[in-house]
């Protein structure tokens, strides 16, 4: 019962983050703008929410992660640069479809980086989900990717693989110390080229709207959003939570197509089943106990 009733909130969470870059559409900000928005916002809710409960960080596990955290910080600031800056070039659909090639990143490396045994069973869902990607690109013709949207997608992918690896070094902290350091982390990164691009300028929003879509970004679809994450998280075994957590590219592709009307096309379309089909079977297949246990940590 109480598992079922974590549920509701991790998946309003899921959703949250889904629909991030359809929002995005209809704001003037830069990408890198609304990248510091979102982790800037982030944290500082996060914070405010601590401090109502009158519950204090633990800066002896912050300290102890302190290299793992700043890099993580970093990643997810270039993540977020690179993928926002993908809505801006192509349609939100095929940008975080690209974005969600990480985990098949993180199955290609983990041998090389974690010293992790090769899963046999897992060369199925790399080899779909690089045919998926791809048919999404369009180079093969047919697809409506834009090459540039493409790349920059892929290279948020990159990113956000970093994060993962990064994440599995930290050890007996919070996911909410973990969370906070790294939204404030990842605003601090996108600072020097948010000023680069507004010519040294710092941006802020012109008009109601991209006000009102900054604070929702920050303090809503990031802020709430990992809050109610993290307490699903907590309750939800780990493979609910893997499963779950793929509704969000789902979500994305469906708010591109129903409420930005961005086309997908047929080959797109295939594309788009490929990986998000490979990621989910990629948690499906069985693991040992050792793998599982560094899931949880990670």
Not at 32 to 55: D, I, M, T
Not at 76 to 86: D, E, R
Not at 185 to 199: E, H, I, N, Q, R
Request: charged residues 15%; proline residues 5%; contains cysteine.
């Amino acid at each position: 019962m109480k598992e079922n009733r974590a549920r509701v909130p991790f998946v309003l969470s899921v959703v949250l983050f889904g629909t991030v870059g359809t929002f995005l559409r209809f704001s003037s900000l830069s990408s890198e703008a609304s990248a510091f928005y979102r982790g800037a916002l982030g944290a500082v809710f996060l914070l405010l929410y601590r401090a109502v409960r009158r519950e204090r960080p633990d800066f002896a596990a912050i300290r102890a992660n302190l290299v793992p955290l700043l890099l993580s910080g970093v990643a997810l600031g270039l993540n977020w640069i690179f993928l926002f800056a993908a809505y801006a070039r192509t349609t939100v659909a095929i940008a975080s479809l690209c974005n969600y090639m990480a985990p098949i990143f993180v199955i290609i490396l983990s041998p090389l980086i974690l010293k992790e045994k090769p899963d046999p069973k897992k060369l199925p869902c790399v080899a779909a989900a690089l045919l998926g990607i791809v048919l999404v690109s369009g180079v093969l013709g047919g697809g409506v990717g834009d090459p540039a949207g493409v790349r920059l997608g892929l290279t948020g992918a990159c990113c956000f693989t970093a994060l993962v690896f990064c994440n599995r070094r930290l050890k007996e902290i919070s996911a909410l110390d973990r969370t906070t350091v790294q939204l404030a982390v990842s605003a601090l990164t996108v600072v020097p080229f948010m000023l680069v691009k507004s010519g040294g300028r710092f941006p802020v929003p012109q008009d109601l709207r991209s006000v009102l879509i900054a604070l929702l970004i920050g303090a809503v679809q990031s802020g709430l959003a990992y809050y109610l994450y993290f307490d699903g998280m907590a309750v939800l075994p780990v493979h609910a939570v893997a499963i779950l957590g793929y509704l969000e590219p789902v979500v994305s592709v469906l708010c591109s197509a129903l409420v930005l009307r961005e086309p997908l096309g047929l080959t797109g379309g295939i594309g788009a089943a490929l990986i998000l089909a490979a990621a989910v079977f990629s948690e499906l297949t069985p693991r040992g106990k050792k793998a599982e246990k560094k899931e949880e940590n990670a």
